[in-house]
């Protein structure tokens, strides 16, 4: 994996990791109704839902963190396993999230746009 794959997917999991934090501890703040989408009436009712999602974040963080831990100095086939598995899957769900809501169009690049890049650099430079 060349190094401009390296830093997307680094990028990547800093993202996921932040999206967790505010997820999980931050998702009833007024600030953040805008991200989310969330009606205020409605926070209580999707907290539980934005935990569970914060953590799938977190976990993917991980993957891709471990991933790029075992590519730079562990085992490499590995390493590539996870994060082509990783990757991949942040641009399926971003797909999913703009074909369930097509408002969602941001939320869907956030999601998918870098893992995209970080793949596509992987598959032209290796």
Avoid: H
């Avoid at 999206?19 to 600030?31: I, P």
């Avoid at 009712?45 to 790029?68: D, E, I």
């Amino acid at each position: 994996m060349n190094a401009l794959a390296q830093l997307l997917t680094g990028l990547m999991a800093l993202v996921l990791a932040t999206m967790w934090v505010l997820e999980t501890f931050f998702n009833g703040s007024q600030k953040l109704y805008p991200i989310f989408r969330t009606d205020p009436g409605n926070v209580a009712a999707v907290r539980m839902w934005a935990v569970n999602v914060g953590f799938v974040n977190l976990c993917f963080a991980g993957g891709l963190a471990s991933g790029l831990l075992l590519v730079t100095f562990g085992n490499a086939a590995v390493g590539s396993g996870i994060l082509a598995f990783c990757l991949i899957s942040q641009v399926v769900l971003g797909a999913v999230l703009f074909g369930s809501n097509r408002s969602l169009w941001r939320g869907a690049l956030g999601q998918s746009l870098v893992p995209l890049a970080a793949l596509l650099a992987w598959a032209a430079f290796g």
